[in-house]
């Protein structure tokens, strides 16, 4: 079956401007998660939905950041007035359920100039 | 908060040998997950491993173990036989009972042929 998927695989933008990155989990993995890689170090947890609500928002860096999942499936992440310091590589994983095991996508490198 | 510290930013092993990586952690909860994660070059970040807080005998998953010390807060993993194909960042992560995940910032793994 398919794994996760993320869309696009690299993004390029100007600074100030919007990005929206998106996620496709496996099918059926009711739990979804974001992180921001920077170089060099591990993933760093930003949101966590199960199901359609955010069950745990807690790792979003300001209110420039947002993350919907509206139907419990595909999630989105949105940065508004992206900055330089936003360039990373952004990852997503889904699981079954809570507390099983995450599978990661290949992520969406950003790039803010 | 919980933290995951992974002392060894890079080692090196000879194809065939055994190699540890060390990961220690921070946390004042009794029930959590751990895990080992591999992230080869450009690629997917996979599982390698994963340690129930709560089960005292260590996970083996054929040619990778694990010491769990859960009084010293440690968490090591051993590659036995290592081949050219486990080259990669290794990453430690920790769960927490909130299905909160807390990464490390990675041991990067030669294999030398």
């Known amino acids: 079956g398919a794994g996760v998927s993320q869309t696009p695989s690299n993004k390029v933008t100007e600074k100030g401007k919007y990005v929206e990155l998106r996620c496709d989990p496996i099918?059926?993995?009711?739990?979804l998660y974001w992180y921001r890689q920077s170089l060099g170090q591990g993933p760093e947890f930003l949101i966590y939905f199960q199901g359609t609500g955010a069950a745990d928002d807690s790792g979003l860096p300001n209110d420039r950041f947002f993350a919907v999942r509206p139907e419990g499936s595909v999630s989105t992440l949105k940065i508004q007035r992206t900055e330089r310091g936003d360039s990373a590589m952004y990852l997503c994983?889904?699981?079954?359920?809570?507390?099983?095991?995450?599978?990661f996508g290949p992520g969406t490198r950003l790039l803010v100039l | 908060a919980q933290t995951v510290t992974q002392s060894q930013p890079e080692m090196s092993v000879q194809e065939a040998e055994t190699v540890t990586l060390s990961c220690t952690y921070d946390t004042s909860e009794s029930d959590y997950y751990l895990f080992w994660y591999k992230q080869p070059p450009s690629r997917q970040m996979i599982l390698v491993i994963r340690?129930?807080?709560?089960?005292?005998q260590n996970a083996t998953e054929n040619r990778f173990s694990v010491n769990f010390q859960k009084a010293a807060k440690s968490f090591s993993l051993k590659i036995s036989d290592s081949q050219l194909g486990d080259a990669a960042m290794y990453f430690c992560a920790y769960r927490s009972r909130f299905n909160k995940f807390y990464f490390g910032s990675g041991t990067k793994l030669n294999v030398k042929p």
């Open positions: 340690q129930e807080a709560y089960k005292q």
């Open positions: 994983a889904s699981s079954l359920g809570q507390g099983e095991t995450q599978y």
């Open positions: 099918s059926g993995h009711t739990a």
